[in-house]
């Protein structure tokens, strides 16, 4: 029996990447159960998703991809040249591939090998994290056989039923992290409360400037895992070390305590931290929601502003803020109004209540139900 080949298109951030490997596990796990001979293949632009790849034991070829830019650079003119060299590279991996079927995370390390597919006639399907669709998902929806969406709301930026909700898809290890194991593994006290800061995989510099603001007080309160960014740590670490200096004797025990910095976060340890924090403090990408959700924790979410993105951040934020999510915009951050955030989100009964809400909002399988149509698309 011929082997069903299945291609999955990503690259960039982990936004894009986390979700296609959380479907590509959904797939070996469905084809093993259905006696499906399933061969899969990563193809993508990037360390990020390399590295994802290794780890997941999934084949990985690199092609080059150029970024959509909607503003002036000479950049623009490199990439185009980026873009030419991806579409030949993905030319020749797809044709000794020769999938069955192609699945689009989007973004635009998506794109040759989209088009590349579509000269193929091979069927293309593509995933939508995010409640307002990037560009070059705008651009893949019209090719697509399918977009799964993430939020009900993004329906109306494609033609009229081609999309299916499935929310975005979580991977399973990042739920199911054991609390016991992060207390110890962080050297956290068990009595205390745990705030957790996700800067993502690139940081976020005004989340990790508000953070260094309110180390003082939110020590006094919380212990904080803070994760900053690898290209940020340098600078948060230096500035942490500057605190701790200028408070000895007074609060520099306090901070060195309760406050424990990482630049980025594997996903072993990203488990342990979802599983021992009580209140998390994140961007409002869909990844990142999504897991929140599934884990039902109380969140405070500061999305992109609108000068940094396309606005998508904040629609999701505002879509999360209806079950109970706590949402402050980037110039309206201060320490206090965080720290009372926080301690408005740990009440008890607004704690459970939140936490439920958000449950509702979780689609703990939507891995699962992209896997499965992918692997019934051909019958």
């Not at 959509?68 to 044709?95: C, E, M, P, T």
């Not at 651009?139 to 494609?158: E, H, M, N, P």
């Not at 979780?362 to 692997?375: C, F, G, Q, T, Y």
Request: with cysteine.
């Amino acid at each position: 029996m011929a082997n069903y080949r299945i291609l999955l298109l990503g690259g960039g951030s982990g936004g894009h990447v986390f979700p296609l490997v959380a479907v590509a596990n959904a797939l070996k796990e469905k084809s093993e159960q259905n006696g499906i001979s399933l061969e899969l293949m990563i193809l993508g632009e990037g360390k990020f998703i390399a590295k994802a790849a290794t780890d997941a034991g999934l084949n990985f070829q690199s092609i080059l991809a150029g970024k959509l830019r909607r503003y002036f650079s000479l950049l623009n003119v490199l990439d185009i040249f980026k873009v030419l060299i991806g579409f030949f590279q993905a030319l020749w991996h797809i044709f000794w591939f020769m999938p069955d079927v192609v699945f689009a995370k989007g973004g635009y390390a998506s794109l040759s090998g989209a088009f590349v597919a579509k000269l193929y006639f091979i069927p293309l399907f593509v995933h939508e994290s995010d409640s307002i669709p990037g560009l070059a998902n705008r651009i893949l929806g019209r090719l697509a056989k399918t977009v799964f969406i993430s939020f009900a709301s993004s329906d109306k930026y494609f033609k009229t039923g081609k999309t299916v909700l499935t929310g975005n898809p979580v991977r399973k290890e990042l739920v199911s992290g054991d609390k016991s194991t992060g207390i110890q593994s962080f050297g956290l006290n068990p009595n205390l409360k745990t705030v957790l800061v996700l800067g993502g995989s690139q940081g976020a510099q005004r989340i990790n400037q508000i953070v260094l603001e309110s180390i003082v007080l939110m020590t006094k309160e919380f212990q904080v895992i803070h994760q900053c960014g690898e290209s940020q740590h340098k600078a948060v670490k230096a500035e942490e070390d500057k605190i701790i200096k200028e408070g000895q004797g007074e609060y520099s025990d306090t901070v060195k305590m309760n406050y424990k910095l990482y630049p980025f976060f594997s996903e072993k340890e990203l488990a342990m931290a979802y599983a021992v924090s009580d209140v998390i403090v994140s961007r409002a990408g869909a990844g990142s929601l999504f897991e929140i959700a599934a884990l039902g924790k109380p969140a405070i979410l500061i999305p992109l502003s609108t000068n940094a993105s396309r606005g998508e951040q904040i629609t999701n934020a505002l879509e999360f803020s209806k079950f109970g999510a706590s949402m402050i915009e980037e110039e309206n951050l201060t320490p206090h109004i965080l720290i009372n955030q926080i301690n408005s989100l740990l009440q008890p009964e607004k704690y459970n209540t939140v936490s439920q809400n958000l449950k509702t909002l979780a689609m703990p399988d939507a891995a699962e139900k992209i896997a499965l149509v992918l692997l019934t698309s051909q019958s």
